[in-house]
């Protein structure tokens, strides 16, 4: 983004997409490199402790795609990086970078080389477009730090038109002021004692590309920790951490792709809703869209009418706090085939992973973007049977980074292998980590997998070790039990799980089958009770006939929008065993989409 001292256009001051591309990516590299401060330090919008990680990875989706490629022109160069950083933009901060690199794309895709007036009304139209993508732009943040960057250029061209190099250190140094100035912005990062994070991101990928400028090649090759001024390094106040919106708690993005869409209708739209830190960035074909949500459901149906979601996210900004403030605690996480009830959720800080579910043309995230009631009232209008898929390694990753970049360890308690590629999917998100957690196979589905998860979490409070963690679910796992009732299982055979003779069959027979999770982890049929009407409470006596001895259980009920059944057989089965401590759950698409509306789950594992 600047004149380079080697490879300059013999007899002119104009930027080479060559020299351009290798500053760049030195930019990006002196980020990456800052990660960890910038995550310590990040307190704005919300104390989340994840805005170094998000530009790292912003950035590093550049670097893997346009600048992992040689180029002979700006715009070309340009275009490449504005895409990119839109497909790969995370967080706030993410965001607004994209829309910065969109607009400088914007202005040169179509010039060769940049000169020091197409240099300056390039980031112009940048800064223009970084902040015009805010519903509600905040000074003191990354933004107010951008737009002095540009009015520094602007004024170095007005001075000196034919050198791009000599405006961007004048445009530079004005950043490192407006960097500090930061803190007299606001007042909160006052209080905490730092700059804002995402300003400082910004100014972090300027003098990275200053260095190159200055050292040439060999800034391309840096490593390690970036030093950074001894006032960024003081401890962060309790306080600090202290307020996250608990009704705005989903840090929600989607990548949207279309043909003419409306940045600025999009946006207003965004606005009329309930969320804050709103960020649309993009144009015409492709938008990064970035709110906080109390209901991530709602930004991505608003995004859906103006165009197609390729991918979509949703953060627990709440469970990241957790973990910046449990830094000796191991982590654990599950994922949303547990159906673990939220109180276990909240009570041990255990994280959960969306599993996505298919539905009517539409891909959406379980829980967080289609609750388990919705499912099923959209279940029984629709023409196709809905499909669950895993999530992808991607959602894995970001929160293992996020938790192992604040947390020494963690282990994720997976759905049963034989069942879903889920783990697969888990396991594909560690490679590359400079830290991983430990994966365990919960051998269960639903309920019996929650029992694994709540255990983990348990111990995890306690202060246990994450060796001992997975020893202790390896134990359980043989000795937790899973079974479920399904008193409809046309969805099943629709489904494949279930022969289609076993249709006809069930109907003639009068049978209400019952399954099982066995020794290998599958679900199979076992049984079943010859009791319609009463059907809950046989379900409850065939249960107890098969439950061993033990001085104490653990028990969790899940209902398929069946919610009298499934309180009806909670009070049973408490009746008939000696249940330590139980909860009634809905249970979600994991086992609904494929049992159906009225399915009943139980699991059951001995107490400790």
Request: glycine share 10%.
């Amino acid at each position: 983004m600047t004149v380079m001292h080697a490879e300059t256009v013999p007899g002119t001051p104009d930027v080479t997409a060559a020299t351009l591309r290798r500053a760049l990516i030195a930019g990006a590299q002196r980020v990456m490199a800052s990660r960890d401060e910038l995550n310590r330090i990040n307190v704005f919008p919300v104390p989340d402790g994840d805005t170094g990680s998000n530009l790292a990875a912003t950035l590093g989706h550049v670097l893997q795609g346009a600048l992992s490629r040689r180029s002979q022109h700006i715009g070309e160069l340009l275009t490449g990086i504005g895409n990119d950083a839109i497909d790969g933009a995370r967080g706030n901060s993410g965001a607004i970078m994209a829309q910065f690199l969109y607009g400088l794309a914007e202005h040169a895709r179509n010039v060769p080389a940049l000169d020091a007036r197409t240099l300056a009304a390039a980031v112009r139209r940048g800064a223009d477009g970084a902040r015009a993508a805010l519903a509600n732009p905040v000074e003191g943040t990354i933004v107010s730090v951008i737009g002095a960057f540009a009015d520094a250029l602007d004024d170095a061209v007005r001075q000196q038109p034919d050198s791009p190099r000599r405006g961007f250190f004048h445009a530079l140094q004005r950043a490192r002021g407006a960097l500090a100035d930061t803190p007299k912005q606001m007042p909160l990062l006052q209080k905490a004692g730092v700059v804002d994070a995402g300003a400082r991101g910004f100014v972090d990928w300027l003098e990275g590309i200053a260095e190159y400028v200055e050292g040439g090649p060999r800034a391309v090759r840096i490593q390690g920790v970036v030093p950074h001024a001894a006032n960024d390094t003081v401890e962060l106040p309790a306080h600090v951490h202290a307020d996250i919106d608990p009704l705005r708690r989903y840090c929600t993005e989607c990548l949207l792709l279309g043909e003419g869409m409306d940045r600025e209708r999009l946006l207003a739209e965004l606005a009329e809703l309930d969320m804050d830190s709103l960020v649309v960035a993009g144009g015409a074909s492709r938008m990064r869209v970035h709110g906080h949500a109390g209901s991530p459901q709602v930004l991505f149906d608003a995004c859906a009418a103006h165009g197609r979601i390729a991918s979509m996210k949703a953060d627990d900004m709440i469970m990241q706090q957790r973990s910046l403030e449990s830094p000796n605690r191991v982590a654990v996480i599950t994922d949303s085939a547990s159906d673990l009830p939220p109180v276990l959720a909240e009570r041990y800080g255990i994280h959960v992973v969306s599993v996505r579910v298919s539905l009517d043309g539409r891909e959406y995230m379980d829980r967080l973007g289609l609750t388990a009631s919705e499912f099923y009232r959209r279940m029984a209008t629709s023409g196709q049977l809905p499909q669950t898929s895993q999530p992808p390694p991607g959602d894995f990753r970001r929160i293992f980074e996020h938790i192992l970049g604040h947390q020494d360890s963690a282990v994720y308690v997976g759905l049963s292998r034989p069942l879903s590629g889920t783990l697969q999917s888990a396991e594909a998100g560690t490679r590359g980590l400079e830290k991983s957690p430990v994966v365990v196979d919960s051998g269960h589905v639903s309920a019996g997998q929650s029992l694994l998860a709540w255990r983990a979490g348990e111990m995890a409070m306690a202060g246990v070790d994450v060796a001992a963690i997975e020893a202790e679910l390896i134990r359980l796992r043989p000795l937790t039990m899973t079974w479920a009732l399904a008193r409809d299982i046309s969805h099943a055979v629709r489904g494949g799980r279930i022969p289609r003779w076993a249709g006809p069959a069930v109907r003639w027979s009068g049978l209400t089958p019952i399954a099982a999770i066995n020794a290998e982890g599958l679900l199979k049929l076992v049984g079943g009770v010859f009791a319609r009407r009463n059907a809950v409470y046989a379900f409850a006596r065939y249960l107890a006939k098969r439950t061993p001895h033990a001085t104490g259980w653990r028990l969790i009920v899940g209902h398929a929008d069946a919610l009298a059944d499934g309180e009806r057989l909670f009070t049973a089965l408490h009746e008939r065993l000696p249940v330590v401590e139980g909860h009634l759950v809905e249970i979600g698409p994991a086992i609904g989409a494929h049992a159906g509306p009225g399915s009943l789950v139980v699991g059951l594992q001995p107490a400790p």
